[in-house]
């Protein structure tokens, strides 16, 4: 975990310095606390998925530019190198699969949820677009009050800048691909 802890702590500073932001105004944008903000760049502490995805959105930048080394452009990544970043108990997960790509504009997550809990995720910037697929299990998905049923093989897509929820409502671990596109 420790690797993590080092990714995110450089690539924060690394956004904020290169913007001029000082800890002040970083906290003010992302509606996450100087303090926090400042474990955070010592390595001191490990953000949640909500404060990341905070974060993220208030710097106007994607998820794994947060969590993802930065290298070459081409590259493979091993099962074992992915990043899992854990909340709600542990019982939701999510492994970046596919690092944001600045040509592209998405990035890839693989999400476990364990039966009978949920995730609810805050709106994310306009113009994020969500595309999730069901690859083992079924989802229920509440969006802004919309509630969808996701079986297995299946998939929704969704603009993502409005408040979201993701419910295991089968009894065994539900299995998702999420790609997440933003829009230039």
Do not use: C
Not at 146 to 157: N, P, R, S
């Amino acid at each position: 975990m420790k690797q993590i802890e080092d990714y995110i702590s450089k690539n924060l500073q690394t956004i904020r310095k290169e913007r001029g932001l000082s800890l002040d105004k970083t906290a003010k944008i992302t509606e996450v606390s100087k303090a926090m903000l400042a474990q955070i760049e010592r390595g001191d502490s490990v953000p949640t998925v909500t404060t990341l995805w905070k974060i993220a959105n208030g710097l106007k930048v994607s998820f794994s530019s947060l969590i993802s080394q930065q290298t070459n452009p081409i590259r493979v990544i091993k099962k074992q190198d992915r990043h899992l970043i854990t909340e709600e108990k542990n019982h939701y997960r999510v492994h970046a699969a596919v690092p944001f790509s600045p040509e592209k504009q998405f990035e890839v997550f693989t999400v476990e949820l364990d039966p009978e809990n949920e995730h609810k995720s805050s709106p994310h910037n306009p113009g994020v677009e969500e595309h999730v697929f069901v690859q083992d299990g079924q989802l229920e998905m509440d969006i802004d009050g919309t509630v969808e049923t996701i079986d297995e093989g299946e998939a929704i897509i969704f603009d993502g800048n409005q408040t979201h929820i993701y419910r295991n409502i089968g009894d065994k671990v539900l299995h998702l691909l999420v790609l997440i596109y933003y829009a230039k």
